[in-house]
């Protein structure tokens, strides 16, 4: 199986919030990441979470992090049009610098 | 601040042709990833560097890949020969060796036919 598992698909009123799941199988993660891409574009950094920390807020995202169930998830507020993107949960294990990314939620933001 | 800067930004070629592209990291940054995009396989790591030196290239396909950095400024992944296999958007990554953040440029999209 995959080191870092998303669901393929989430849709969502515009309004509403997101929650979008990832689950990973490391327990030597330090960070954890999510990344949004929109169509044709690359990859943007919206936020990362030390692996000692169990919650993140930035403005309208909240990261939450469970290590003893190795379950992350990005909390969207207000999820608007312009949030439409596939968002990339990935992690950084020990001392390694690169990262392992999951397959992608692509979310879909209907009006 | 320039993010980082990879180029071509779209390649069609034909199979059988060298391909190079190129990317100039963050100024400043110190490692650096070449990262490859597919519908099956999603983002791999192909290979990355600190302080130009290859650190870990176990991602790299196969022979027809090679990958060099000749200096901090800049870095190209160069296919020869090119198979259609190799369509792909592929991204070059910068970060701070110390840093905890890694920044995408926005990718190099490849047409073998």
């Known amino acids: 199986g995959e080191d870092v598992e998303q669901s393929l698909f989430l849709s969502v009123r515009e309004g509403d919030s997101s929650v979008i799941n990832c689950t990973y199988t490391?327990?030597?993660?330090?960070?954890l990441y999510w990344y949004k891409q929109e169509p044709g574009a690359g990859l943007q950094l919206l936020t990362y979470?030390?692996?000692?920390?169990d919650m993140k807020q930035d403005q309208r995202l909240t990261v939450l992090l469970n290590k003893k169930d190795k379950h992350l998830s990005l909390r969207i507020a207000d999820t608007q049009t312009g949030d439409s993107a596939i968002y990339f949960c990935?992690?950084?294990?020990?001392?390694?610098?690169?990262?392992?990314f999951g397959s992608g939620t692509q979310l879909t933001v209907l009006p | 601040d320039a993010g980082v800067i990879q180029s071509p930004r779209h390649e069609v070629t034909e199979m059988g042709q060298e391909v190079t592209l190129r990317c100039k990291p963050i100024s400043g940054h110190n490692s650096l990833f070449w990262y490859r995009q597919t519908m099956m396989r999603g983002l791999e790591l192909l290979i990355y560097f600190n302080n130009n030196v290859p650190i870990d290239d176990s991602g790299m396909p196969e022979d027809r890949f090679s990958a060099k950095m000749p200096n901090a400024s800049f870095s190209t992944l160069k296919i020869q020969p090119s198979e259609p296999r190799d369509s792909a958007v592929y991204f070059c990554?910068?970060?701070?060796?110390?840093?905890?953040?890694?920044?995408f440029g926005e990718g190099s999209w490849l047409t073998v036919v």
């Open positions: 979470i030390f692996s000692n920390m």
């Open positions: 990935a992690e950084r294990r020990g001392s390694a610098r690169q990262l392992t």
């Open positions: 490391d327990s030597s993660s330090t960070y």
């Open positions: 990554a910068s970060s701070l060796h110390s840093g905890n953040t890694i920044y």
